[in-house]
Nanobody, 122 residues
């Protein structure tokens, strides 16, 4: 298991930008594929973006492609999500997740942060 702590959520107006950070500890970070998911009340967790162990492979959900950027810094054991052109429908709790195998399915991730709320006002 790895411990994950997100930060950077908040309230932003539509069209604005916000950056999320996730600090990892407890397992060799370079062995982990990292991802961001999000969830709104009453819905399933939704894949947002994933980055491979060395940062060389990145995938985004179609809903955020061109607006969000995922990145990682293996020297700092951290992963980031830079969000721009935010829309009210981006409002959700955003979770950082870690996996030894990667992918876009949340059940492939065995370590999760506590989540950080992002609210986009119209």
């Amino acid at each position: 298991q790895v411990q994950l702590v997100e930060s950077g959520g908040g309230l932003v107006q539509a069209g604005g930008s916000l950056g999320l950070s996730c600090a990892a500890s407890g397992r060799i970070f370079t062995r982990l594929h990292m991802a961001w998911f999000r969830q709104t009340p009453g819905t399933d967790r939704e894949f947002v973006a994933t980055v491979s162990r060395n940062g060389g492979t990145i995938h985004y959900a179609d809903s955020v492609k061109g607006r969000f950027i995922i990145s990682r810094d293996n020297a700092k054991n951290a992963v980031y999500l830079q969000m721009s052109s935010l829309k009210p429908e981006d409002t959700a709790v955003y979770y950082c997740a870690a996996s030894l195998v990667g992918g876009q399915q949340d059940n492939w991730y065995d370590s999760w942060g506590q989540g950080t709320q992002v609210t986009v006002s119209s």
